[in-house]
C-alpha cells in the first residue's frame, strides 16, 4: 500500500518502507517504478525480520559507520539493507525473488566510496 505524506521527509529522501506501507513525499513518485520497487525490496527485508530486528540491525548498522566514515550519506549507502536494494532496484523480479536474508551477503563486500 502505497501513502503520500510529505511532511515527513528529510529534504534528501522521497520514500520510506514501514511494513506494510510505502510512503513517499508527492503523489508524482507514485510512477517511478524503480523508487518503488527498491522499497518493495526494504518491505521484503522488513518481513524476513520480523520487521523490528530489521530496523535494530539498520539503526545499529548506521550508527557504526557513521563512526566509520564519519559521513552520514556514505555510511547510509554502505548499510547491508541499501546496499542490496540499490544494487537490484532495476531487476523488477527480485523482491519477490529474493533468497532469504541476502543482505547479510552484504555486510561483508568491499565499502562504497561514495
Do not use: C
Not at 11 to 29: D, G, M
Not at 34 to 43: D, S, Y
Not at 47 to 73: D, G, N
Not at 94 to 108: E, T
Amino acid at each position: 500500500m502505497v501513502l503520500i505524506i510529505p511532511y515527513i521527509f528529510p529534504s534528501t529522501f522521497n520514500a520510506l518502507a514501514v511494513w506494510p506501507f510505502i510512503i513517499l513525499r508527492e503523489p508524482a513518485l507514485r510512477s517511478d517504478y524503480v523508487l518503488i520497487h527498491h522499497e518493495r525490496i526494504h518491505l521484503r527485508q522488513q518481513l524476513e525480520l520480523l520487521w523490528v530486528f530489521f530496523f535494530i540491525i539498520y539503526l545499529t548498522e548506521f550508527l557504526a559507520k557513521i563512526i566509520i566514515y564519519r559521513q552520514p550519506k556514505l555510511a547510509y549507502r554502505n548499510i547491508s539493507f541499501e546496499r542490496e536494494a540499490y544494487e537490484n532496484e532495476y531487476d523488477l523480479d527480485y523482491a519477490r525473488n529474493k533468497p532469504l536474508w541476502s543482505f547479510v551477503g552484504y555486510i561483508f563486500k568491499r565499502p562504497l566510496k561514495y
